[in-house]
């Protein structure tokens, strides 16, 4: 099965500085993942946080799917991102650091069939660096 399903958050690159980048799964439901093989998402206002030793995503949008009536999700209700505990672990290390954060970078759909999501470590950048990059 091959990924056609190309999301991306193209602001990501200007706004931060990347240091480093995992690929975690989504737990998402029925309609959800419709949804995204339809290409009907978006992760750019998106975020990304630890809760009790879980990694979660904030504000991604995932559009309702048409033909699923009664069952049917929110758009842009929280979703847990499935990692390894050793990624947890080495996110974690890298949040205690001020001013990191974790954003989402790629949706796309996995040759097996799953929706996967490649995050981020980032920092913000400033009004300088951001014009050294244009």
Do not use: Q
């Not at 990501?12 to 093989?37: P, V």
């Not at 974790?102 to 949706?107: G, K, N």
């Amino acid at each position: 099965m091959k990924s056609r399903i190309d999301i991306k958050n193209k602001k990501a690159n200007f706004e931060y500085s990347i240091d480093d980048t995992f690929t975690a799964g989504i737990k998402l439901t029925g309609t959800e993942i419709k949804s995204i093989r339809e290409a009907k998402a978006s992760i750019n206002e998106g975020y990304c946080y630890l809760h009790n030793g879980d990694l979660w995503i904030k504000n991604m949008n995932i559009a309702i799917y048409e033909p699923g009536s009664y069952s049917n999700h929110i758009p842009t209700r929280e979703r847990k991102l499935l990692l390894n505990k050793k990624e947890l672990e080495k996110i974690e290390k890298y949040m205690k650091v001020k001013g990191t954060t974790i954003i989402p970078l790629h949706l796309f759909i996995s040759e097996s069939g799953y929706a996967k999501l490649k995050i981020g470590i980032a920092k913000g950048k400033k009004l300088f660096d951001k014009r050294d990059d244009i």
